[in-house]
Each structure stands twice: as C-alpha cells, then as structure tokens.
C-alpha cells in the first residue's frame, strides 16, 4: 500500500471513529453534524483535527474536545493526535450531512 494509501486509510478509521462522537445537545454525530472542519495526517502519522462547536459557549467544550483527541489517539497507528478549536467559520445548520438533516427532520 502507498503512502498515500495508508493516509487515506488512517483518515477513514478517524471518521468512523469521530461518527460514535455525540453533541449532548443534539442526538447527532459531530462528524455529521459539520463540527469537523479539517483531518490531516503526516507522514509521521501525527493528526491534526481543526474543529468547531454549535455554539462557542458549550459548557463541555473542553470534554468533548478530550474525546476526540483520546478517540484519535486510541486508533492504531496514530503516534499523536492534536484538536484545534476553530470558530471561523461559525458552525451553521447547512454545514451538516444530509443523513443529520433528515434525522434532524430538517429535510
């Protein structure tokens, strides 16, 4: 497998990974919810998530953020994983899969 390969591989596992992730305010994956903006893997297999929250002032802002790193981390082989916050741009509800919005019956 290339290298490239692997990255793409890694960065699968880290998506269905992050889908078992909720927002406590809605019944919705982060990942289908659009919180995540961007995944990138090094070729050292480092990652580096640049996320966003529904509303900048979720009181479990820091435990949610230690839940994707510690998910990322779990993935085998991953050597190291880092989660940027981001605010820009803001989170809004057209940033979300089509799979969140019917569930979310906004379809």
């Known amino acids: 497998m290339s290298q490239q390969q692997d990255y793409l591989a890694l ?3 880290i998506v269905n990974r ?9 019944p919705v994956n982060i990942y289908d919810l659009g919180l995540i903006y961007n995944i990138d893997v090094d070729k050292n297999n ?4 640049k996320m966003t929250l529904t ?3 979720c009181p479990i802002a820091d435990q949610l953020l230690e839940e994707v790193e510690k ?3 779990d993935l085998e082989g991953v050597k190291d994983a ?6 820009d741009p803001p989170w ?16």
């Not at 992050?18 to 809605?26: A, N, T, W």
């Not at 880092?82 to 605010?87: A, C, G, H, I, W």
């Not at 809004?92 to 379809?107: F, R, W």
């Open 11 to 13: 960065e699968g596992e």
């Open 18 to 26: 992050l889908k078992y992730i909720y927002d406590p305010e809605i």
């Open 46 to 49: 480092h990652v580096h998530v």
């Open 55 to 57: 509303a900048p002032n």
């Open 71 to 73: 998910q990322i981390k």
């Open 82 to 87: 880092t989660v940027e916050l981001v605010f």
């Open 92 to 107: 809004d509800k057209d940033m979300m899969s089509e799979e969140a919005k019917l569930e979310l019956g906004l379809m």
